[in-house]
């Protein structure tokens, strides 16, 4: 880094030559550089050559020039001593390199698939709510146990894929920090390594098998999409990497957290609700869409390194409309289901949510550019706020 440090020009006392500057007490020295000497003394000699007049006789234009000339040259003078004072720091760089790992690890850490976790757990939890007496401090300690050993298995299967995927992201996604330089590698398998021991030493403290199990089928299959050994990194066959995002975001969270809160914090039997098969159908639906979508900004490293997705073997339009009507198709589903619901409230609520959310895609999905990869990655984006709102959604189906 060195050979990329600018060096300082040594500095010298300069006096500016109007006598009458010095006369009024303002020719103190001024420290500057030699090089902004130079360009000083020019600049005051073009002023005294242009009046004609010896400065010190000619009173009115002495101070206008005066004036003029410390004005000009103000800046030049007031970056030199600021620079020629090295206690003074900016009380803000302290903070910079917090600043920027906090950056570098929000980004590694794909927020959007934490927040949708987040909202996952909480939403199914709601689920086996049958009372008020229901909510309790318990049920609040259970349920953020699981959100702290999901998001620490979230953070290792997120990056575990972008330490597999250095040299793919480097050209679809690379402000990411493995792709961007800011992470090594080593740091990239040591946040990963250590990530993985927390959501485990999570789940086994807190006791509860279906959280257990939920942790370590996540881990299987999101090992296996990634990890570059034979049979593995299944992400490079369409079907099998669709499957397996279906099976972790429409079944394991769907059903391993729900029977976490029933059966080991409420102690009832397993059961599986009317609400809880509708939420697991419809995010079946939702996972699919996602693990369609998500490859459709990323089409062109997925091609160069022969990731052969559905939207490398069959195109960026016709995926995107695939998603577009699947997703249609599950609102409309949940309608019917809204319809054929006992409670009014509830009948009220699904209807006029998933209508509302239906016309939102339809109509920003006809005015999308496909030929523009920020308007599918903010669409992509978009999807997902879709997918909050469903689980936001979902607890009020009865």
């Given at each position: 880094?060195?050979?990329?440090?600018?060096?300082?020009?040594?500095?010298?006392?300069?006096?500016?030559?109007?006598?009458?500057?010095?006369?009024?007490?303002?020719?103190?020295?001024?420290?500057?550089?030699?090089?902004?000497?130079?360009?000083?003394?020019?600049?005051?000699?073009?002023?005294?050559?242009?009046?004609?007049?010896?400065?010190?006789?000619?009173?009115?234009?002495?101070?206008?020039?005066?004036?003029?000339?410390?004005?000009?040259?103000?800046?030049?003078?007031?970056?030199?001593?600021?620079?020629?004072?090295?206690?003074?720091?900016?009380?803000?760089?302290?903070?910079?390199?917090?600043?920027s790992a906090l950056?570098?690890?929000?980004?590694?850490?794909?927020?959007?698939?934490?927040?949708?976790?987040?909202?996952?757990?909480?939403?199914?939890?709601?689920?086996?709510?049958?009372?008020?007496?229901?909510?309790?401090?318990?049920?609040?300690?259970?349920?953020?146990?699981?959100?702290?050993?999901?998001?620490?298995?979230?953070?290792?299967?997120?990056?575990?894929?972008?330490?597999?995927?250095?040299?793919?992201?480097?050209?679809?996604?690379?402000?990411?920090?493995?792709?961007?330089?800011?992470?090594?590698?080593?740091?990239?398998?040591?946040?990963?390594?250590?990530?993985?021991?927390?959501?485990?030493?999570?789940?086994?403290?807190?006791?509860?098998?279906?959280?257990?199990?939920?942790?370590?089928?996540?881990?299987?299959?999101?090992?296996?999409?990634?990890i570059n050994m034979?049979?593995?990194?299944?992400?490079?066959?369409?079907?099998?990497?669709?499957?397996?995002?279906?099976?972790?975001?429409?079944?394991?969270?769907?059903?391993?957290?729900?029977?976490?809160?029933?059966?080991?914090?409420?102690?009832?039997?397993?059961?599986?609700?009317?609400?809880?098969?509708?939420?697991?159908?419809?995010?079946?639906?939702?996972?699919?869409?996602?693990?369609?979508?998500?490859?459709?900004?990323?089409?062109?490293?997925?091609?160069?390194?022969?990731?052969?997705?559905?939207?490398?073997?069959?195109?960026?339009?016709?995926?995107?409309?695939?998603?577009?009507?699947?997703?249609?198709?599950?609102?409309?589903?949940?309608?019917?289901?809204?319809?054929?619901?006992?409670?009014?409230?509830?009948?009220?609520?699904?209807?006029?949510?998933?209508?509302?959310l239906a016309s939102?895609?339809?109509?920003?999905?006809?005015?999308?550019?496909?030929?523009?990869?920020?308007?599918?990655?903010?669409?992509?984006?978009?999807?997902?706020?879709?997918?909050?709102?469903?689980?936001?959604?979902?607890?009020?189906?009865?």
């Amino acid at each position: 880094m060195e050979s990329l440090s600018l060096s300082r020009s040594p500095l010298i006392a300069f006096r500016p030559f109007s006598p009458s500057i010095s006369h009024r007490g303002l020719g103190s020295p001024i420290y500057c550089s030699i090089e902004e000497k130079s360009k000083l003394q020019n600049h005051s000699l073009q002023l005294t050559e242009r009046t004609k007049l010896p400065l010190s006789r000619n009173c009115f234009l002495d101070g206008i020039l005066d004036l003029k000339l410390r004005k000009q040259t103000s800046g030049l003078v007031s970056a030199s001593a600021a620079g020629s004072e090295p206690d003074s720091v900016d009380s803000s760089s302290a903070f910079r390199p917090i600043l920027s790992a906090l950056s570098a690890f929000y980004r590694f850490s794909r927020p959007h698939t934490v927040i949708g976790t987040a909202l996952s757990i909480v939403s199914v939890s709601l689920l086996a709510v049958e009372s008020l007496s229901d909510i309790s401090p318990l049920f609040f300690s259970r349920v953020l146990e699981a959100i702290v050993a999901a998001f620490f298995m979230n953070i290792y299967i997120v990056g575990l894929n972008q330490v597999y995927d250095i040299e793919i992201d480097k050209v679809n996604k690379p402000s990411l920090p493995l792709a961007s330089g800011e992470y090594s590698l080593s740091t990239g398998v040591a946040i990963v390594s250590t990530f993985a021991i927390l959501s485990f030493g999570v789940g086994w403290l807190v006791g509860s098998w279906p959280l257990f199990w939920a942790l370590f089928i996540s881990f299987i299959l999101g090992t296996a999409y990634s990890i570059n050994m034979p049979f593995l990194r299944w992400k490079r066959f369409a079907v099998v990497a669709a499957l397996c995002i279906l099976a972790v975001r429409a079944v394991i969270v769907q059903l391993a957290f729900f029977l976490h809160i029933q059966t080991f914090v409420f102690r009832r039997p397993a059961s599986f609700s009317r609400p809880l098969i509708f939420a697991t159908a419809f995010m079946t639906f939702f996972s699919v869409v996602i693990a369609l979508f998500k490859d459709i900004p990323d089409i062109e490293g997925d091609r160069i390194f022969g990731i052969r997705s559905f939207s490398v073997r069959l195109g960026q339009k016709r995926v995107f409309w695939i998603c577009v009507y699947l997703l249609e198709i599950a609102y409309t589903v949940a309608m019917v289901m809204g319809a054929t619901s006992s409670s009014l409230w509830s009948k009220f609520i699904t209807i006029l949510g998933h209508a509302v959310l239906a016309s939102i895609l339809w109509n920003r999905a006809k005015c999308l550019d496909l030929a523009s990869k920020s308007a599918i990655t903010s669409f992509y984006m978009f999807i997902w706020k879709l997918f909050y709102a469903e689980y936001l959604l979902i607890p009020l189906v009865r």
